[in-house]
C-alpha cells in the first residue's frame, strides 16, 4: 500500500503539464499607482472594483474630467466613495495622471 | 496608425498604440499568445494590427478579450459540464432550461462567419481624447461561428402574444451587488433574425474562456456588446426593458453619422446598434520601408454591418488620385473582405497610404473623423505612413 501511494505521489510530481491547471489561471495584476497624497483612497474606494490600469490608461485628463469619472463611478456603479473623499481622490489623479486645466 | 512592439516594461514586450499614454504591455493569457494588455482586472486585450494580415479569420488565440465587470471572466466550476445551463423564459409558453450538450442535439447546428468589433474599438485614436477603454483599433475579429439559431429556440419555447423584447445575461457578475449585472436586449425582430446565433465553437474549437465559453450569443453585424458571453439566462420580455448597460451605456448621438460637434453632448441618444463601414491596410505597419520602383503589393481587410463590400480603393497621395483593390472571396456579407492592391511607389520618401472602402448600400468612410462622447463608431479613413527608401 505505502508503495502504491508512493507511485500515485511520484506520478502526479512528475506528470508533464499539460497546462490544465493554467488554463484557467489569469496572469496576475502588475500596474501600480504612482505615489502622491490621495494614493490611499485611490486603493480603498477604485480599486475594490477595477485594476489601477482602468486608470492609467486613460489620457492625461482635466480635474473636471476626472470628477466627472468619479462621479459616474458613485451614481452609476455604486463605489461607495464619500463625499469628503471626492476632492482630494480628484486632486490625486489629476496630479499624477491628469494635466492642468487649459488657461483662460 | 499601426503600432509597433516598441521595447520592454519591467522584462515584458511591449506595444506603442499610436496616441499619448498608450504603451500597453504585451501579455500571454490562457489559450491566447502575447496581446496588448489594456487592463487585467477585468480583463481587456487587444489584437496586435499584424494579426489581421495572417487571413481572414482571426485565429482564437490572438481574439481580443473584453469584459465589463471584475466577477470575470467565471470559474471553471461555472463553466464545465452539466454545471453549465442556459434558460429560456419570460413571457413563453414552454420556458427551457439546458445543458449545451442538449442544446445542440436538439436544435440544427449552424454556422456564420462574422465580424464582432468592440463598440469603442479605436477610442483612443479620439481627438479630443475621450474616457474610457484606450484601444487602438484592434478590438475586432472574425471568426467562423457555430451554433444554433436563436430564433429556432425561441419558436420552440412559443413566445406569447405580447413578446416585444429578449435579454440575455452572462455569468460575467459584477464585483458588488449595487455595480448593474451587464444585461443586453434585443428587439424581438432582431432576436428572430435566423442570422444571430447561440454559439457553442469558434473557427471549429470551442469557445476559449475569454471568449465566452461554453456559450455565446452571435449577432452579426452588430457591435461585440450584444455578443453576451457565457450566455446562461435568456428572458423574453413583454414590456420595454430598462437596465444601465442599455441606457445610459452603450448609446450613441440619434444621428445618421452617430456624431457631434466635438466637445459637445448629443441631444438625443439610441441603443448602439450595427457596425459602420470600414477597412485597415494589414500589410505595412506605420513607419515601415518599401522600395522605390518595386512593386508592392499592399493587402487589407474590409468589413461594414452586413450589407457586404463592395469596392475598397487606395491611394497613397493622400486621396488626390485613387486606385481600385481587387477583393478577394466573398465570406458572406458579415465576414473580413480581404482586399489587396499592387502599388508601384515612385520617388523617395515618405508616403501615407490610404484604404477606403464602400459597402453594397454605397456607405463609405469619411476623410475626417466623426465625433461623439462616449469614442463609439470610429470609421474615419485610416492612414499608414511608409517611408519609400
Known amino acids: 500500500m505505502r508503495r502504491f501511494v508512493l507511485w500515485v505521489w511520484l506520478i502526479l510530481m512528475t506528470a508533464p503539464d499539460v497546462g490544465a ?26 480599486l475594490p472594483c477595477h485594476s489601477a490600469d482602468y486608470v492609467t490608461s486613460q489620457p492625461p485628463m482635466v480635474r473636471a474630467a476626472w470628477l466627472a469619472s468619479i462621479e459616474k463611478m458613485r451614481s452609476k456603479y455604486a463605489a461607495p466613495i464619500p463625499t469628503n473623499s471626492v476632492a482630494l481622490l480628484a486632486d490625486y489623479l489629476t496630479a499624477q495622471y491628469g494635466k492642468p486645466d487649459p488657461g483662460p | 496608425m499601426g503600432g509597433l512592439i516598441s521595447g520592454r516594461i519591467q522584462g515584458k514586450e511591449t506595444y506603442d498604440l499610436p496616441f499619448e499614454n498608450g504603451v500597453r504591455e504585451l501579455v500571454q493569457y490562457p489559450q491566447k499568445r502575447p496581446l496588448i494588455r489594456l487592463t487585467s482586472r477585468p480583463p481587456q486585450l487587444e489584437t496586435p494590427m499584424a494579426v489581421f494580415n495572417e487571413g481572414v479569420l482571426t485565429p482564437n488565440d490572438a481574439f481580443f478579450v473584453r469584459y465589463h465587470l471584475a466577477g470575470s471572466p467565471p470559474s471553471k466550476a461555472m463553466l464545465e459540464g452539466d454545471a453549465f445551463r442556459v434558460s429560456l423564459a419570460g413571457a413563453v409558453g414552454k420556458p427551457l432550461e439546458m445543458t449545451v450538450a442538449e442544446l445542440v442535439r436538439r436544435f440544427e447546428v449552424v454556422e456564420v462567419t462574422a465580424v464582432n468589433q468592440c463598440s469603442g474599438n479605436g477610442r483612443g485614436l479620439f481627438l479630443p481624447r475621450v474616457s474610457g477603454g484606450q484601444m487602438g483599433n484592434g478590438a475586432m475579429g472574425c471568426a467562423r461561428w457555430k451554433g444554433v439559431r436563436l430564433a429556432d429556440v ?7 402574444a405580447g413578446a416585444r423584447q429578449v435579454s440575455f445575461d452572462g455569468l460575467d457578475r459584477p464585483p ?3 455595480v448593474p449585472d451587464f444585461v443586453k436586449v434585443l428587439e424581438m425582430d432582431q432576436a428572430l433574425d435566423p442570422d444571430v446565433l447561440l454559439a457553442v465553437e469558434m473557427n471549429g474549437e470551442p469557445l476559449p474562456w475569454l471568449n465566452g465559453f461554453p456559450l455565446r450569443l452571435v449577432v452579426p453585424g452588430h457591435y461585440g456588446t450584444y455578443w453576451i458571453k457565457h450566455l446562461h439566462r435568456i428572458t423574453v420580455l413583454d414590456s420595454e426593458y430598462k437596465g444601465y448597460w442599455m441606457d445610459p451605456a452603450y448609446r450613441i448621438p440619434d444621428d445618421p453619422c452617430a456624431h457631434v460637434a466635438p466637445g459637445t453632448k448629443p441631444r438625443r441618444t439610441i441603443p448602439i446598434g450595427r457596425f459602420n463601414v470600414r477597412s485597415f491596410i494589414t500589410s505595412h505597419p506605420e513607419g515601415g520601408v518599401v522600395r522605390a520602383g518595386e512593386m508592392v503589393r499592399v493587402r487589407g481587410i474590409a468589413f461594414d454591418g452586413g450589407a457586404g463590400i463592395r469596392e475598397v480603393t487606395f491611394s497613397a497621395d493622400g486621396g488626390r488620385n485613387w486606385q481600385g483593390a481587387e477583393l478577394g472571396r466573398d465570406p458572406g456579407r ?42 463609439y463608431m470610429r470609421n474615419v479613413v485610416e492612414s499608414v505612413k511608409v517611408r519609400v527608401a
Open chain 1, 21 to 46: 491547471a493554467d488554463e484557467w489561471k489569469l496572469p496576475p495584476e502588475k500596474t501600480t499607482l504612482r505615489p502622491g497624497p490621495g494614493r490611499e483612497v485611490v486603493l480603498g474606494q477604485c
Open chain 2, 154 to 160: 425561441l419558436k420552440s419555447a412559443e413566445l406569447s
Open chain 2, 176 to 178: 458588488t451587488p449595487g
Open chain 2, 334 to 375: 458579415f465576414g473580413f473582405r480581404e482586399w489587396t492592391v499592387d502599388w508601384q511607389p515612385g520617388g523617395k520618401g515618405e508616403r501615407v497610404l490610404w484604404a477606403k472602402a464602400t459597402n453594397r448600400l454605397g456607405e463609405s468612410q469619411p476623410l475626417e473623423p466623426l465625433w461623439n462622447p462616449a469614442g
